[in-house]
């Protein structure tokens, strides 16, 4: 398998690049979107290829053991600065998110009584571009009000209740761009810039109930809050509405990021209203910048326990820094979904959830996600009303070390190698049928648990001489790239014996090419986000 880590990545841009066969600009929005968006693209794409070029450098240096510090002092983290939280978004206690490709689960979002809704254009959906353009036509209509889909039990349509639950937009992150827009030119762009440029040319300002809010995600450095504070300030312009007016929330999703927040936030501070702690990808993020270390080879991921010191010191820093300097501090997703056929399963997925959002809520963390409409009023209940009051705790130490080796926790077991590599080929092929997201034994698996699998994965085989696997019959067996092959080989048998599987000759060739995609990504060393 000969896995290293860095190197294989610096091709990262092209992963991303699903060009449409026909690209007709009036099936997002109007005609004019091409000139709205020409002048955007080329003061912003040229910058975004520079960031994402810097975010190669920097995963490089740290697989060389030169890892994301703190800044030194600076206004950013010294001086009284604050934003205002306005009222419209004090209570975020819950936010549902989904991929916005999904008309229905997004008007059951919408009508769940929760605080916030993330409609998604990234992780949880598939990065294609029949489905990137259903889901903006799908937030343009959530944003106008008039987003609905034909019930078929109820034989009618079903729209969107009014209520005051906040509508976010989440674009695809920097990392990624787009071909096939500008076809005469020949040129990517950055598909940050066409998501939001999209939303933002299609609304009505005066029609929103609430200022035009994105989520912001996959940052890598502070420095990269002037490419999203400038775009805001260009699209505002473009639209005639003042500078600010564009808000946001942003996720921290990698490592270096969790480093650098206090400046992310005072770069954004006429934009941003919180920070997220999208735990997934931080994860995801933490293996693979100690990806070289074998002292970070982490345990079975469901063995790992959701207070793991690794995450509570980033959540206290965030409450800390958000509650400082007057923003909103939101939580993670709760992987494990409720289910409304298996009484058991549901019954463990609601007691896994109270305790996971409590956890958050003990944390002085504001709200935190959920992915279904039966978690919201579980979730919502955990967390004070209508925040945290920006409560810190007495013990205020700023520069707190964010690795935190992962000793005594979990298992690293055989078994935990088969159910990540049947886990990634399941994923995947749920990707090759254009979903982005697919629940999976309980869980509600997206691009970010899915990268991590194929990260511990790769981490147990590139420390293979020092790393033993349980057995699960009292012995010890080494994470040998062969032995990693024949389990890949074995989980695609067993899942095409599964009935409607292999019997049915296109769903048994994805599976197969799904199998064959998911071990290359980890012999490739392709482990950003894709």
């Known amino acids: 398998m000969g896995i290293r880590g860095g190197g294989s990545e610096a091709k990262s841009l092209d992963y991303n690049h699903y060009k449409p066969v026909i690209f007709d600009p009036s099936t997002v929005v109007s005609q004019g979107f091409l000139e709205f968006l020409l002048p955007l693209h080329q003061e912003f794409t040229p910058r975004q290829r520079v960031l994402a070029e810097k975010r190669q450098r920097v995963l490089a240096l740290a697989h060389e053991g030169f890892l994301p510090d703190h800044l030194p002092p600076s206004e950013a983290t010294t001086g009284e600065w604050k934003i205002e939280l306005p009222r419209w978004c004090a209570d975020q206690r819950n936010q549902m998110t989904g991929p916005s490709d999904d008309v229905e689960l997004s008007v059951k979002m919408l009508n769940s009584g929760a605080p916030g809704v993330m409609l998604d254009l990234e992780d949880s959906m598939a990065n294609e571009w029949s489905h990137v353009m259903v889901g903006i036509l799908n937030i343009l209509a959530a944003l106008r009000g008039e987003i609905s889909y034909y019930d078929e039990k109820r034989r009618g349509k079903v729209g969107i209740k009014p209520g005051k639950t906040v509508t976010w937009v989440r674009p695809r992150g920097l990392h990624m761009s787009q071909a096939g827009v500008l076809a005469d030119r020949n040129e990517k762009i950055a598909a940050s810039l066409l998501d939001m440029a999209a939303v933002v040319y299609g609304i009505d300002p005066e029609g929103l109930r609430h200022p035009l809010s994105f989520y912001i995600p996959k940052s890598e450095s502070a420095e990269e809050a002037f490419w999203w504070r400038d775009v805001f300030r260009a699209l505002a312009r473009a639209k005639g509405m003042p ?147 920006f409560a810190r705790k007495d013990s205020k130490e700023r520069y707190l070390d964010l690795r935190p080796l992962p000793e005594g926790i979990g298992r690293i077991t055989l078994e935990g190698v088969r159910a990540a590599a049947r886990t990634v080929i399941r994923y995947r092929n749920g990707v090759l049928h254009g979903r982005g997201a697919s629940l999976l034994d309980g869980y509600m698996e997206d691009l970010a648990t899915d990268r991590i699998y194929r990260l511990m994965i790769a981490q147990r085989v590139l420390h293979g001489e020092r790393v033993k696997l349980e057995d699960g019959a009292g012995g010890w067996i080494a994470p040998t790239p062969e032995l990693v092959g024949r389990i890949f080989d074995e989980e695609l048998e067993r899942l095409l014996d599964e009935p409607g599987r292999g019997s049915e000759p296109a769903e048994a060739a994805k599976l197969r090419e799904a199998r064959l995609l998911s071990e290359r990504m980890i012999v490739g060393n392709r482990f950003n986000p894709e």
């Open 243 to 389: 500078e600010d007016s564009i808000k946001c929330m942003a996720l921290v999703e990698s490592h270096p990021l969790a480093y650098q927040m206090e400046e992310f936030a005072f770069i954004l501070r006429d934009h941003i209203l919180g920070l997220n702690l999208g735990r997934w990808d931080y994860m995801a993020s933490l293996i693979h910048f100690n990806l070289h270390d074998p002292k970070w080879v982490l345990p079975d991921r469901n063995t790992i326990p959701h207070d793991v010191a690794f995450f509570q010191r980033l959540r206290d820093l965030m409450v800390d820094i958000c509650h400082r300097r007057g923003m909103l501090a939101i939580g993670g997703m709760t992987a494990l979904y409720p289910s409304r056929t298996d009484a058991e399963l549901n019954e463990r997925a609601l007691r896994v959830l109270a305790e996971d959002k409590k956890n958050e809520a003990d944390c002085l963390m504001d709200g935190a996600w959920t992915g279904h409409p039966d978690q919201n009023q579980i979730a919502v209940a955990q967390f004070p009303s209508p925040n945290q009051g």
